[in-house]
T-cell receptor, first 112, second 118 residues
Framework: QKEVEQNSGPLSVPEGAIASLNCTYS??????FFWYRQYSGKSPELIMS????GDKEDGRFTAQLNKASQYVSLLIRDSQPSDSATYLC????????????FGTGTKLQVIP | DTGVSQNPRHKITKRGQNVTFRCDPI?????LYWYRQTLGQGPEFLTY????????KSRLLSDRFSAERPKGSFSTLEIQRTEQGDSAMYLC????????????????FGQGTRLTVV
């Protein structure tokens, strides 16, 4: 089982719709969760972090965390073509010293 | 610029040569990560440091790879006897080590070094 799993996509949504990106993780004691956006040929850019169960909203982005189900998601409202990118889920996990582990990313395509 | 800085941005080398990359983290960040990323994949963990101590090295990493962070500030990643399979983007990130809930533990990335082995 991979430590952090994501559907590779591509996920295609029309402009203005809600994009829903999902991630599951294996380490039950993980406490910190992150979403990064990565444009082709560029390095990952942090867009959201979440530490507690529930929802966290920042502009058009909402991160959702359910530790009991080991599940974290990212919703993008009013999707724009500029949101087209790969979205990486990352989890701070491990025993003792923890490290940030990434999923393989979900490619999002927003169609004008 | 107070972000993470990586040099060089691009490196083309012949198979069998050694290469060294440098990463300068955000100044107050005590944790530094190295990742490798190939096309269509997420960043793959290589190694990380807390201050000058190397805490973990990926077991997938061969002995040709070595990293240092001698004074707990900048770090170098060296690849000896490069192979074509080493061609990838090498990413450095830095963060503050987490001490529990509410501590800012986000990792911020540099622009990466793209290595091409010919």
């Amino acid at each position: 089982q991979k430590e952090v799993e994501q559907n590779s996509g591509p996920l295609s949504v029309p402009e203005g719709a809600i994009a829903s990106l999902n991630c599951t993780y294996s380490d039950r004691v993980s406490q910190s969760f992150f979403w990064y956006r990565q444009y082709s040929g560029k390095s990952p850019e942090l867009i959201m972090s979440i530490y507690s169960n529930g929802d966290k909203e920042d502009g058009r982005f909402t991160a959702q965390l359910n530790k009991a189900s080991q599940y974290v998601s990212l919703l993008i409202r009013d999707s724009q073509p500029s949101d087209s990118a790969t979205y990486l889920c990352a989890v701070l996990q491990g025993e003792g010293y923890q490290k940030v582990t990434f999923g393989t990313g979900t490619k999002l395509q927003v169609i004008p | 610029d107070t972000g993470v800085s990586q040099n060089p941005r691009h490196k083309i080398t012949k198979r069998g040569q050694n290469v060294t990359f440098r990463c300068d983290p955000i100044s107050e960040h005590n944790r530094l990560y190295w990742y490798r990323q190939t096309l269509g994949q997420g960043p793959e963990f290589l190694t990380y440091f807390q201050n000058e101590a190397q805490l973990e090295k990926s077991r997938l990493l061969s002995d040709r790879f070595s990293a240092e962070r001698p004074k707990g500030s900048f770090s170098t990643l060296e690849i000896q006897r490069t192979e074509q399979g080493d061609s990838a983007m090498y990413l450095c990130a830095s963060s503050v080590s987490g001490q529990g809930m509410g501590v800012d533990t986000e990792a911020f990335f540099g622009q990466g070094t793209r290595l091409t082995v010919v």
